[in-house]
């Protein structure tokens, strides 16, 4: 049981009847403006997501855009924090081999190779 998961952590659980073996579940900020320290918690979800990877011994991990649907954060800064988050903490998760960003839009994966593309990075179609 998770007994609740605090705003920019991240828990895991196991996948049961998906597909995935695991899940992480991890919880977002709701945009305020941007004064109430959004970005470092979205970055969080990202950093910590990648930590409990590493933990559990994860080579793969999916990632929505996080907190740009009903926490109405902007979807062009939160794909610049998750991009820049994810290639921070890969350093420090050499067992993570594979990060794909999940983009329920063809907006949202614009925005997310955009950022990528600032790291000269590949984004697959």
């Known amino acids: 049981m998770l007994h609740g998961c605090k705003t920019g952590n991240a828990k895991?659980?196991?996948g049961y009847r998906l597909k995935a073996k695991h899940v992480?579940?991890?919880?977002?900020?709701?945009?305020?403006?941007?004064?109430?320290?959004?970005?470092?918690?979205?970055?969080?979800?990202?950093?910590r997501s990648i930590e409990l990877c590493e933990k559990d011994g994860l080579v793969s991990v999916a990632f929505p855009a996080i907190s740009t649907g009903i926490y109405r954060f902007p979807a062009e800064r939160a794909a610049g924090i998750a991009i820049q988050t994810v290639v921070d903490t890969l350093a420090a998760a050499p067992t993570v081999a594979q990060v794909i960003f999940c983009c329920f839009s063809d907006a949202s994966a614009q925005l997310h190779q955009a950022a990528l593309n600032t790291f000269g990075?590949?984004?697959a179609d």
């Open 121 to 123: 990075g590949p984004c």
């Open 12 to 14: 895991i659980t196991k």
């Open 24 to 47: 992480i579940h991890t919880v977002g900020p709701v945009w305020n403006g941007g004064t109430l320290g959004e970005d470092d918690l979205l970055a969080s979800c990202y950093r």
